[in-house]
T-cell receptor, first 115, second 113 residues
Framework: GAVVSQHPSWVICKSGTSVKIECRSL??????MFWYRQFPKQSLMLMATSNEGSKATYEQGVEKDKFLINHASLTLSTLTVTSAHPEDSSFYICSAPGTGHYEQYFGPGTRLTVT | DAKTTQPPSMDCAEGRAANLPCNHS???????VYWYRQIHSQGPQYIIHGLKNNETNEMASLIITEDRKSSTLILPHATLRDTAVYYC??????????????FGSGTRLSIRP
């Protein structure tokens, strides 16, 4: 099946710094990608829809100026957590719909720890 | 997308069939039933989906009731590697071929040796 990768798999940063997370579709093109956040023992929460060549669509309650999304190519979307704080520590997961439109392929996730 | 209801947790003995129920009483005619699972600290993995007929693949079987108000995911011979959170999702493909997935709380399945 199709593969979605994320980089880095884990990152530790200091409070106040910014962190960029990459999401790549390795063997297919994705005009749309989705970003999720997951806190321990909770379900995945959709943060935003990343659209190639246009602005991302954010879910209610997600600060677009804090979570910057760029979808510059058909295989890459990036999520930048700006001025990170300890409460931003979480597991961030991206996904992309497959060409068959029936499935979505999820990345392995990025664990962010802000100290 | 229709709301789905799943038990928060279940357990099953290794080697036995694991039957995970899901209620979706408000499902509409164009909504598929999807199952994903998430093993600890990994991204979700697609398992199976169906509209109204029962479906089977190499991972699992999906049994959908005739009125489509509920379904059951069956893992025929559960192994320790099947320990995960299982999500049942009702999703329409008519709205958009790239429609977002909204996850519920899922069922935490524990397989005991």
């Amino acid at each position: 099946g199709a593969v979605v990768s994320q980089h880095p798999s884990w990152v530790i940063c200091k409070s106040g710094t910014s962190v960029k997370i990459e999401c790549r579709s390795l063997d297919f093109q994705a005009t749309t990608m989705f970003w999720y956040r997951q806190f321990p023992k909770q379900s995945l929460m959709l943060m935003a829809t990343s659209n190639e060549g246009s602005k991302a669509t954010y879910e209610q309650g997600v600060e677009k100026d804090k979570f910057l999304i760029n979808h510059a190519s058909l295989t890459l979307s990036t999520l930048t957590v700006t001025s990170a704080h300890p409460e931003d520590s979480s597991f961030y997961i991206c996904s992309a719909p497959g060409t068959g439109h029936y499935e979505q392929y999820f990345g392995p996730g990025t664990r962010l720890t802000v100290t | 997308d229709a709301k789905t209801t799943q038990p928060p947790s279940m357990d099953c003995a290794e080697g036995r069939a694991a039957n995970l129920p899901c209620n979706h009483s408000t499902i509409s005619g164009n909504e598929y039933v999807y199952w994903y699972r998430q093993i600890h600290s990994q991204g979700p993995q697609y398992i199976i989906h169906g509209l109204k007929n029962n479906e089977t693949n190499e991972m699992a079987s999906l049994i959908i009731t005739e009125d489509r108000k509920s379904s059951t995911l069956i893992l025929p011979h559960a192994t320790l590697r099947d320990t995960a959170v299982y999500y049942c999702i009702a999703r329409s493909l008519v709205q958009s071929s790239a429609s977002k997935i909204i996850f519920g709380s899922g069922t935490r399945l524990s397989i005991r040796p």
